[in-house]
């Protein structure tokens, strides 16, 4: 008999239900496979979840990053405040508009930006502070507003690990000028690819919608309906477009997120408890004043132990534990084009060595858990 403890449980998954496929191969059988009546539909769902008016949904979360980076009218000659402990697409797309990305070190408990480290870093051509939601727990937003409305820049939220998080009881989207969110199947929820912006703010509404089709200034359901064939080109755009497909995929899992955060949050509960009583692996800090979204559930090492050694090991046994991340300024690319080297954030440094992501996702089982943390315990002895 095959036992079923062999198989591989991942660091995160998607899930996707019957009701999912069906709300697929709706739009399928439909008039619109793209540019149709699901998009709006996804970008209202979104952006009312969040707390604010507009939502703009694109190809990716990276896709999202590059409009907001446009919409702010960010460009060459500009910086922008990235925290160093991210996914390298957040200093990106600082990069493809032109600008530069000057990293800032992180806090030693939570990983998040660590604000008071933000003003020594700000200059006469800083334009914008992009936050980081590491993890899914939202960054102190009272000192970020606070900063930003000191030296008038723009706040954006890289959220893309945080859809449903709240900051004070307030959704993050409400805090800031541009918050963006990723649908990668690792995230909370999926589109196969995508993502979104949301905002409150109606003129960058407006002009990342023009971004993402081309600079072009007409949207195809109106063009349509109005039987008029015009349309002019007046910036350069890209086409980062979502398709309906995509956005029917979204509009249905978005109903399960309430669920499936409670899970995630259940699940943080048991690592949680079981790791107080664990020498040598820390949890992450948790502030009181917000509701974490739990997309990944980093831990610390003691720098007695081997990360490589823990990694490999747990993979061995079938668990899926992942590192995020390399900070970002160590990367290749980053060294050689802007020169940042390591020395430059140290704390964030010095963590990376000792992190790892431990499995989670809504579709984890209380079994399974007990079997991350049963391996986990053998692997330490
Ligand atoms: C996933 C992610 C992105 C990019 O999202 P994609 O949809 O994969 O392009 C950006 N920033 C962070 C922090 C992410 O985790």
Redesign the pocket.
């Known amino acids: 008999m095959k036992s079923k403890s062999v198989s591989f449980i991942p660091y995160g998954r998607q899930q996707v239900d019957t009701d999912d496929i069906q709300a697929v191969v709706d739009v399928l059988k439909s008039d619109w496979l793209t540019c149709g009546p699901k998009v709006a539909e996804f970008e209202d769902a979104v952006a009312c979840f969040s707390g604010v008016q507009y939502g703009i949904a694109v190809s990716?979360?990276?896709?999202?990053?590059h409009c907001a980076m446009s919409a702010l009218g960010v460009g060459p000659g500009d910086e922008v405040i990235v925290p160093c402990m991210?996914?390298a697409?957040?200093a990106n797309a600082v990069v493809y508009v032109g600008a530069t990305p000057v990293f800032v070190d992180v806090e030693v408990d939570t990983l998040l930006i660590d604000v008071c480290k933000i003003e020594a870093l700000i200059t006469p051509k800083t334009k914008a502070i992009i936050a980081?939601d590491?993890a899914g727990q939202p960054c102190d937003y009272d000192a970020l507003r606070e900063l930003a409305g000191k030296y008038d820049l723009a706040l954006v939220a890289?959220s893309?690990?945080a859809l449903g998080a709240t900051y004070k009881g307030q959704s993050v989207a409400s805090l800031v000028d541009l918050a963006?969110f990723?649908?990668?199947p690792?995230?909370h929820i999926t589109t196969g690819?995508?993502?979104m912006v949301v905002t409150r703010n109606k003129e960058m509404a407006f002009h990342m919608r023009r971004f993402r089709s081309h600079g072009i200034d007409a949207d195809h359901l109106k063009r349509q309906q109005e039987g008029t064939w015009y349309y002019e080109m007046v910036e350069l755009g890209f086409n980062y477009r979502i398709s309906d497909i995509q956005c029917a995929l979204g509009i249905s899992q978005l109903r399960k997120l309430p669920r499936w955060l409670e899970r995630r949050r259940a699940i943080a509960c048991m690592y949680n408890d079981f790791l107080q009583g664990v020498e040598g692996v820390q949890s992450l800090k948790v502030r009181m004043e917000v509701g974490h979204a739990y997309?990944l559930y980093p831990v610390q090492l003691s720098s007695s132990l081997s990360r490589e050694k823990v990694f490999r090991a747990m993979r061995e046994a079938g668990i899926g534990v992942n590192v995020h991340y390399l900070p970002v300024h160590l990367h290749p690319f980053y060294r050689q084009r802007f020169a940042t080297a390591q020395g430059l954030c140290p704390v964030a440094e010095k963590a990376y060595e000792n992190l790892l992501s431990l499995p989670m996702y809504q579709g984890l089982t209380d079994v399974d858990v007990q079997r991350v943390i049963h391996v986990l315990l053998e692997v330490l002895n």
């Open positions: 990716s979360g990276t896709a999202a990053l991210t996914f697409a957040t980081v590491y890289d893309c690990h963006i990723s649908f990668h690792v995230k690819e995508g993502g997309h």
